[in-house]
């Protein structure tokens, strides 16, 4: 037992070298992690691929797929589409400007602090509250509503459960995600990066235009990326605001009720079209975040 | 380089003498005056929403002010409608869940993520593409493949709620791996580990006398953050027909809004003032950059 510690340390570079049998056996304390992944996380994936290349009775089918393609399920993909994309960019921008905002104030203040947190809460913890925090608002007898009539102006409020509707309450959500994910970036902006452009004689838009904006874009345009997943996997909340089978997450919910009913693996199908979807776009995601790391680390 | 400059530099020269400061006065005092408007538009933004959560929680529809839902978000534990009673069940459930996932999580993650870096560092690119994918697949997908693991769950162990821990250490996986990822890089696990091991310790006296006590900070922010997901999670609990605290909010608003909006603005208010709390705590995290394993 005494000779094993002093042993210990000189295995790990010949284990390494040797590979085979070593290397295997020094990985074995790392199983039970990828055991359970393998479960919970690579299965289910499995699951949801293999389903929607079969039908009932488990025959291989490829007319699940085909209904991936329908009018229907274009339409929703669309609708889904769109909205993720419209409120990335929304939450993206804002949340940028909310962040330098931050980040220009002092980095251990009470305002960064409760941005931080606020942006934490309504980013990660929100769903079916924020669904009842806009009723609350812009509802039928929602705060701003009534406020906006007693001023005369009357609204129709039907607007919340549309496609407006869907970017303000998700903009909640990904304004804060955006503050989250890019500010670690924007702390890795170095203030002698901005002396020594003035040394050389640059303004303020040469510094934005030819050093922090090249620097920053890749963390930018990766986080831009995240929001978009993010919107485009969003459930929660669109599903605590309507019956509506309106995007694809509240479509998937339509057909695993309807499951009984249904001939075809439908949930399974519309899971497969999102992860193709959620997979280029975190591919992209993954390769620019190492590029942004470059700089910013 | 220098021909391009040739001609610049005598012109910024002059401008730099006595002027910069002032003008960098200047651009500080804009800065502020930006960094407050931005801060009052969108901080209004995110408080208009709560508030409106507290206006219309307290109010009738004659616009009179009542307080019943308040009073019954007091009552919560105690009061016998079935309304009360189904948040009780749910927000049980929800906290048992949230010990089962962090204790799932640390038990999986600390260990194996130590003697990576010990032993495997190659294999740490795939532990990393993992909690990539964990934070990939949406959680509808997931549910859709979890479906019939849970029938299988049901039939082995029970349909109890609490079961829902296994899915729910996935859901947290990602942003619990990046926290403690950050914290290990901060602390010398290698000479730390032999250090130990040489003075006769045992690998799971490293973990928890060792490893744990070091990446302490670390590994409050990722149980936090767990508790923030758990707690808020929707998607899973309510298409595998489970209850947890937010199905029970949702339930209970089909008939009573008040009483979900009043819960709605306490959670939220209860999730901030925690995750302000976590902000305060690993302020003295700062050492990141230097020596990393």
């Known amino acids: 037992m005494t000779t094993s ?30 055991a359970y992944v393998a479960v919970f996380l690579v299965l289910p994936t499995i699951i949801v691929i293999v389903e929607s290349f079969r039908n009932r009775d488990g025959s291989f089918t490829l007319d699940n797929a085909r209904r991936l393609f329908s009018a229907n399920s274009m339409s929703v993909f669309g609708q889904s589409l769109a909205l993720s994309a419209t409120t990335a960019v929304i939450g993206s921008v804002v949340g940028a400007v909310l962040a330098y905002a931050i980040v ?88 002698q990066w901005r002396e020594a452009t003035e040394t050389l004689g640059g303004s303020s838009w040469t510094y934005w235009r030819r050093v922090a904006g090249p620097i920053l874009a890749p963390a930018f345009i990766s986080s831009l990326l995240l929001l978009f997943a993010n919107a485009f996997s969003a459930y929660a909340t669109i599903a605590a605001l309507t019956n509506a089978n309106t995007v694809v997450p509240t479509a998937i919910r339509g057909a695993m009720i309807n499951e009984v009913s249904d001939q075809g693996n439908y949930p399974q199908v519309l899971a497969l079209g999102m992860i193709v979807v959620v997979t280029v776009v975190m591919f ?10 470059r700089w910013l680390g | 380089m220098t021909t391009v400059s040739d001609s610049s530099v005598p012109v910024v020269a002059s401008s730099v003498g ?23 538009i969108v901080g209004g933004f995110f408080l208009i929403p709560l508030y409106s959560l507290f206006e219309s929680s307290t109010k009738n529809l004659g616009g009179r002010r009542v307080w019943d839902a308040w009073q019954a978000v007091g009552s919560l534990a105690t009061a016998d409608d079935p309304n009360s009673k189904l948040l009780w069940v749910g927000l049980r459930n929800s906290l048992f869940l949230v010990a089962l996932t962090l204790i799932i999580m640390l038990v999986l993650l600390v260990p194996t993520m130590t003697w990576i870096r010990l032993r495997v560092p190659w294999m740490r690119r795939t532990m990393e593409f993992v909690c990539l994918l964990a934070l990939t697949i949406p959680a509808i997908v997931l549910v859709v493949g979890l479906a019939p693991i849970y029938r299988q769950i049901s039939h ?19 942003f619990a791996y990046r926290s403690l990822d950050a914290g290990l890089d901060a602390i010398d696990v290698k000479t730390l580990s032999e250090a130990a091991r040489s003075l006769g310790s045992s690998w799971t006296g490293v973990i928890l006398r060792i490893v744990i006590p070091n990446i302490r900070s670390a590994v409050v922010s990722a149980c936090f953050i ?12 309510s298409l595998l027909n489970r209850q947890n605290f937010a199905t029970a909010i949702f339930q209970v608003g089909q008939d009573d809004g008040r009483l979900a909006m009043a819960l709605s603005l306490v959670s939220l208010l209860v999730a901030f003032v925690l995750l302000l709390v976590l902000s305060l705590f690993s302020h003295s995290r700062k050492g990141r950059k230097g020596k990393t394993a």
Not at chain 1, 153 to 179: A, C, K, R
Not at chain 1, 180 to 188: E, R, S, W, Y
Not at chain 1, 284 to 293: C, D, E, G, I, N
Request: proline share 8%; with cysteine.
């Open chain 1, 5 to 34: 510690p002093l042993a210990a340390p000189s295995l790990a570079p010949a284990g390494k070298e040797r590979g085979g049998r070593r290397s295997f056996l020094l990985a074995l304390p790392t199983v039970p992690f990828f």
């Open chain 1, 284 to 293: 992209a995601y993954a390769r620019l975040q190492k590029r942004a790391t």
């Open chain 2, 18 to 40: 006595p002027p910069p400061r002032k003008l960098r006065a200047a651009r500080r005092r804009r800065t502020t005056v930006f960094r407050w408007i931005t801060v009052v």
């Open chain 2, 226 to 237: 767990s508790l923030a997901l758990v707690l808020g999670e929707f998607t899973f609990a």
């Open chain 1, 104 to 191: 220009t104030g002092s980095p251990t203040g009470p305002l960064r602090k409760i941005l931080t947190a606020i942006s934490s809460v309504l980013a990660q913890f929100g769903g079916v509250m924020l669904a009842f925090a806009f009723i609350a608002t812009v509802g039928r007898n929602g705060f701003v509503t009534k406020l906006l009539a007693d001023w005369g102006l009357h609204m129709d409020t039907t607007w919340l459960f549309e496609f407006n509707g869907f970017v303000l309450v998700y903009s909640y959500f990904q304004i804060p995600l955006m503050v989250i994910v890019f500010l670690p970036a924007l702390d890795g902006i170095r203030p």
């Open chain 2, 156 to 174: 082995i162990l029970s349909t109890d709620t609490i079961w829902l821990c296994f899915a729910y250490a996935v859901l947290v996986l990602p």
